[in-house]
């Protein structure tokens, strides 16, 4: 079916950024929606970044708007998250997702990665 890899995880200082990859496989991948979903220690799994199979809509949490960038290169079958100006809350174990309709806020992911951890130091 689709399987997801996230690379591109690890520390970083406040202000700095970081990109990760999501690497996908599988027979059906071009008819996927793929976001990104963080959970930080105690918290509940929080939606980051969406963007449709074809790159033509994305959304953002308010909490990363202007700061992250989401894309994908089909391609290559790859999804990227540039993070930018990253701050502490940023901290958290971030998963690559994918679900065969609209990759919004609200959507049911189908297939997750392993996540890649971030973590921003003060």
């Known amino acids: 079916q689709v399987q997801l890899v996230e690379s591109g995880g690890g520390l970083v200082q406040a202000g700095g950024s970081l990109r990760l990859s999501c690497a996908a496989s599988?027979?059906?991948?071009?008819?996927?929606?793929m976001g990104w979903v963080r959970q930080a220690p105690g918290k509940e799994r929080e939606f980051v970044a969406g963007?449709?199979?074809?790159?033509?809509?994305?959304y953002y949490a308010d909490s990363v708007k202007g700061r992250f960038t989401i894309s994908r290169d089909n391609a290559k079958n790859t999804v990227y998250l540039q993070m930018n100006n990253l701050n502490p809350e940023d901290t958290a174990v971030y998963y690559c997702?994918?679900?065969?309709?609209?990759?919004?806020?609200?959507?049911?992911?189908?297939?997750w990665g392993q996540g890649t951890q971030v973590t921003v130091s003060s």
């Open positions: 599988g027979r059906t991948i071009s008819g996927y929606g």
């Open positions: 997702a994918a679900t065969p309709l609209v990759a919004h806020p609200l959507a049911r992911f189908n297939y």
């Open positions: 963007i449709n199979w074809s790159g033509e809509s994305t």
